[in-house]
């Protein structure tokens, strides 16, 4: 996915970040603001941890952006209904 997109908040989503891949550059943070942030530790952390089970947020065109523009690619969205990675693609 790339571009910017106008479409509207899309299909709920769990975020996942790879800390050990996450080198903390804050560019998902900058991106999509109501979906990531730096925490204590320098790393990206999902602002909606998410307990086993619990249910996911909308995926933004921001959120779907973040995911493409981290550079190391720690960034995982998978879909709450059937647990599939939706992003990247596999
Ligand atoms: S864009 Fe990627 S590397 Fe940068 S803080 Fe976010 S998850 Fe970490």
New binding site residues.
Partial sequence: MTGRRTAGPGPEVIVQ??RD?????????L?APGS?A?GADG??RPLREQPTGAAGEPLTPELAD?VD???????TLYGTRDGRRISPAG
Avoid: H, K, Q
């Avoid at 523009?69 to 960034?75: D, G, K």
């Fill in positions: 970040v790879d891949r996450c080198i903390g550059s804050g560019m998902c943070a991106t990531l730096l790393l990206a973040a523009y981290c550079p190391v690619e720690a960034l």
